[in-house]
């Protein structure tokens, strides 16, 4: 991503502020362990307790610090997103490179493929993948990677198709450049903007999704911190201790919305730059 669209994102506020809380939840997640807290730690006596200022999130009905979980639980969270991302990544841009590059049997075969993807619902698709690898945070991971393959194969697949016949791609073959030069050296590089976005609102999708199956009792198992377990524990116990299942919750919520933020601003910046390179384009190349 280059400065000028870095610069771009970030004039917008809410693009800006999202950017501002990631930054803020990663560099806290990382470095959790050299904070002084702990989320496996237990004072029952102090069970349920309202945020105070020695536990700024309060306690949950094991005694344990529910900030210190909320920290831990993002990197649980963040971890699964970066995987997931890597995991959809690796294999749908490949299988929408190739789809759209080459066209023909092998653009059948592989968007059938690919649309039997879609067609699955990922929470359940995710659900039963967890079923046949057991609970732990490798399956979840695999699990909401896989389901995230088809919206960048979709993606790159139409990127390609409008990039396959444009005069600098036929230059590249009149002078004897290779299919897989074509894809890898000129094709792809031009079809990392739309990918780029799909990177960040695959991103959401993969909290979101590890989120539902921990609420489900189906994701990461306990003792280990995630944002949906302490939403589904927490909420047998809204009345007493309302604290237990918001906070975690508002702090899920911020994440997706900054995300989501970052992912409207990055789409409209590239659209804008897009329509800036068409008009220049057109126009001979006089502004």
């Not at 306690?59 to 991302?85: C, H, K, N, P, Q």
């Not at 009792?217 to 007493?240: C, F, N, Q």
């Not at 975690?248 to 590239?270: E, H, K, M, N, Y």
């Amino acid at each position: 991503m280059s400065a000028a669209l870095i610069r771009h994102v970030l004039r917008r506020p809410g693009a800006l502020a999202g950017s501002l809380f990631l930054l803020v939840l990663i560099l806290v997640a990382v470095f959790a362990d050299a904070l002084p807290i702990d989320p496996l730690g237990q004072d029952l006596i102090a069970s349920l307790e309202p945020p105070s200022a020695a536990h700024w999130f309060g306690v949950d009905e094991l005694g344990r610090d529910i900030m210190a979980r909320v920290v831990y639980g993002a990197r649980t969270s963040l971890f699964t997103a970066a995987g997931a991302v890597l995991i959809a990544g690796a294999v749908g841009v490949p299988i929408g490179l190739v789809a759209g590059f080459f066209g023909g049997w092998r653009d059948a075969l592989l968007m059938r493929f690919v649309d039997v993807l879609l067609a699955l619902p990922g929470i359940l698709f995710a659900m039963a993948m967890i079923a046949v690898l057991g609970r732990s945070q490798a399956a979840a991971l695999v699990a909401v990677g896989v389901t995230g393959i088809p919206s960048f194969a979709r993606v790159t697949r139409a990127q390609v198709l409008s990039l396959r016949k444009r005069d600098f791609v036929a230059a590249v073959e009149a002078f004897g450049g290779t299919a897989t030069y074509s894809m890898f050296r000129t094709v792809l590089p031009n079809a990392w903007s739309p990918i780029l976005v799909q990177v960040v609102v695959l991103s959401s999708v993969a909290i979101l999704l590890e989120a539902a199956l921990s609420f489900l009792g189906v994701g990461i198992p306990p003792p280990t911190p995630s944002w949906g377990e302490m939403l589904r524990t927490g909420k047998a116990y809204l009345h007493d201790a309302p604290h237990y299942a918001v906070l975690p919750g508002l702090v899920l919520t911020l994440t997706i919305l900054s995300l989501d933020a970052i992912g409207r601003a990055l789409a409209g910046a590239l659209e804008q730059r897009q329509d800036v390179s068409v008009g220049l384009g057109a126009s001979g190349g006089r502004p």
